[in-house]
Nanobody, 119 residues
């Protein structure tokens, strides 16, 4: 079955960097658009960014644009989220998600990894 395992979260100081990883299994990785979302308790789930099947196109939320970078490694079936210049407001559980490129909604979701940024 499809499994998305997100890792790499932790507690860091403001201004630090973290790289999250999402390892995908049970799907044809090359056929899926991959994305990152985040959620803070009491807030709506927020889109962070996505990357297309080939890795040639990305898109980011305005709140992270210029600080976060999404990438993918087909050989490892893994998508990454590099987070630079972290701010306390970036604190959230970060989820990876996958969908076929011709769909408009994400079909598969990872369990999430906690990122906490202290001031």
């Amino acid at each position: 079955q499809v499994l998305l395992v997100a890792t790499g979260g932790g507690l860091v100081q403001a201004g630090a960097s973290l790289r999250l990883s999402c390892a995908a299994s049970g799907l044809a990785f090359r056929d899926y658009t991959m994305a990152w979302f985040r959620q803070t308790p009491g807030k709506e789930r927020e889109f962070v960014g996505w990357i297309n099947t080939s890795g040639s196109s990305t898109s980011y939320a305005d709140s992270v644009l210029g600080r976060f970078t999404i990438s993918r490694d087909s050989a490892k079936n893994t998508v990454y989220l590099l987070m630079n210049s972290l701010k306390p407001e970036d604190t959230a559980v970060y989820f990876c998600a996958a969908r076929l490129s011709d769909l408009s909604t994400f079909t598969y979701w990872g369990q999430g990894t906690q990122v906490t940024v202290s001031s």
